[in-house]
């Protein structure tokens, strides 16, 4: 029979670690349905009946985020076998808490204390038995990170799921409150699977509207309800939800003195927290940031990164995975269009991907030690400052910092952002700044142009970022991202020496979902468009063409191009080359290539190429044309990842259309402007449109807000009871 | 009435009441600032918000907005 057993704790506890441990390669990652949130499931090493389910790190069963919502309502509807609650054995009082909830499920638990290597280190004591007792559930210590005891866990955990008997539930609330519960019990009992009964009771005291939602009790019962819950209330002089919560710490509190025995005293410094002192310290958190920053992208894009990328360009990604090939295809006598297709068509777009993938992994590399040792939530805390400013939070950083990199997996970290309106906003603006495989496209028209100008790229830097502060700005007073503020409460985690297997395998996850890209979405397009470019109707009628000018995607570049005209590069290959950046932007240069009679194997600095874009654009329209390309739809994988984040097509066509407007107006007031000044364009109708934009764009960032002044009322309100009390 | 903001660094104060309402204060009270608990103020953020306490043991950062909701003695 197969079992199901759910990985249930807090974040930062060990559970990613303990679940590579017991499935090993054995994995499905996907998303729970309907929401964002990531959704892992593997099959036991050595047990391929025992199915782990890994729940979203959460604190609380409570119904206010996305992440507790959804391991609730797995945990109430899909009733796994049993639980394995991993707490954290170095802060046992706040992960107990949640193992106070997860016990009134009524459904097997077992309780694994992670980070017993720690513990033991600092001199602590934890008593197993006395947990135990304490909770109703089998107690077992491990430590993931070296190891051991895992398997073990996962074992009492299938015996306690084949016993089928959840434990005895400890009497966690006072008298008044547990006789409110027993209360609510019997007039619920009948209604509710008979194990989840306690669970319901607790939550219908709570008032929780999920689960009220989903009962359908009629008015009279909920009245009646209400009566005993109104009594405890004005008992205990609390409302019930703190009611609840403070007698659930209170009974730890008890369960702790009794089982926990600390070394240090309280409020003394760990070694964790000495590094802090440092690290986010008011003088030199900043420059320690910057500095750690420098370093990631020193590596990651300097010396080494260059190294690799170039190796791959030039020896993995052209000589062999093109120019081999063709030497046999050539040498079996294939037809002349087949191995066109095949090199040119097929390897030649998958090798401009994959010459990427090195830097990527360097990057990614980098970004999981610093994610594993516990950097990122320092980042968020010496960052929120600044990005709540804009309407976004601290977290935002680390998805901007990734997009740097590349987008796709930036977009994906926007899953860290607890709040639905801050990840959608960071989701919509994280694609401005310049990622990896925009860099190209810079480096070709600085070298054209601007003399190869460093200028150049330093100032797409700045345009991107100030893209998302001002879209922070406008966005936040629009309809779609008002609401009530979100609180920032984050713990920050102990920083730990970071596990090389949780490195590896989180550098390769995110890898691995960039290099599929390559394979399935690049691959495709690179056929359509080899096939666009080289085909096309002639004079003796359609058939493959010499020169691409008389190509079908020249036909269709040159009926659209007028629409950039404004912009400054109405020609057609500007309009095919911004099409063919979409499936990914490094392909603007090859497209370049291909278009300008060059060769498709370009690089951005290929002296022929600056001479054939020098002839086609003047610095201005350069210009526009580089910063439209920034801003504009990022590629297609990207595009999917906003899809998959956002998980709406309504919010999904609004960020991509916001991201294309926002760049043809951009890009509208740069040549209009820069070509009045110049004397490139003259006065019209041109300038009087990018006149109006900007004189729309300052009314939209400096208008009141109205949707914060109810907020403010709301506040000012609640205030004005505070001190009346 | 004092409030979490105005208790210094280095300072530690007890959990009288928390205001609010929703999922801000349950959000802060899941994660372990009770009625009676001590707080102890770590540090402020280099750019003055948020605050990092140690509560319960453990490190938490809190914005000084939510932190005016916390009445302490």
Redo the contacts between chains.
Sequence with gaps: MELKIALAGNPNCGKTTLFNDLTGSNQYVGNWPGVTVEKKEGKLKGHKDVIIQDLPGI??L?P??LEEVVARSYLVSEKPDAILNIIDGT?V??NL?LTTQLVELGLPVVMAVNMMDLVRKNGDKIDVAKLSAALGCEVVEISALKGEGGIAAAEKAMAAAQAKKAGELPHVFTGSVEHAIAHIEESISGKVPNNFLRWYAIKIFERDSKVMETLHLDAELKAHLEEHIADCEAELD??A??II??QR??YINGVVDKAVK?KAA??SLSTS?KI??VV????A??PIFAAVMFLVYYIAIGPLGTFLTDWTNDVLGTAWLVDIPRGWLEGVGCAGWLTGLICDGILAGVGAVLGFVPQMLVLFLMLSILEDVGYMARVA??M???F?KFGLS?KSFIPMLISSGCGVPGVMASRTIENERDRRMTIMTTCFVPCGAKMPIIGLFAGALFGGSGLVAVSAYFIGVAAIILSGIILKKTKGFSG??A????????YHTPSAKNVFHATWERGWSFIKRAGTVIVASSMILWFLQGFGFTETGFGAVEDNNSSLLAAIGGAVCGIFAPLGFGNWQSTVATVTGLIAKENVVATFGVLFHIGDGVAEDDVALWGAIAQHYTMLSAYSFMVFNLLCAPCFAAMGAIKREMNSAKWTAAAIGYMCGLAYLVSLMIYQFGGLITGEVSFGLGTVAAVLVLAFFIYMLFRKNKYDDNRLTVSAV?AAK?VTR | MKTLKEVKVGETATVVKLHGEGATKRRIMDMGITKGVELHVRKVAPLGDPMELNVRGYELSVRKVDAEMIEVL
């Design positions: 604190y609380s409570s206010y985020t802060n009082e706040r808490y609390d409302d939800e703190s919560t403070n710490y209170a600390k309280k409020h927290d802090d002192r986010t310290n008011r003088v958190a900043l805390f010496i929120d400052r600044i709540r601290g009530d503020p609180p920032f409460v984050m713990e920050l985690p102990q609640h505070v």
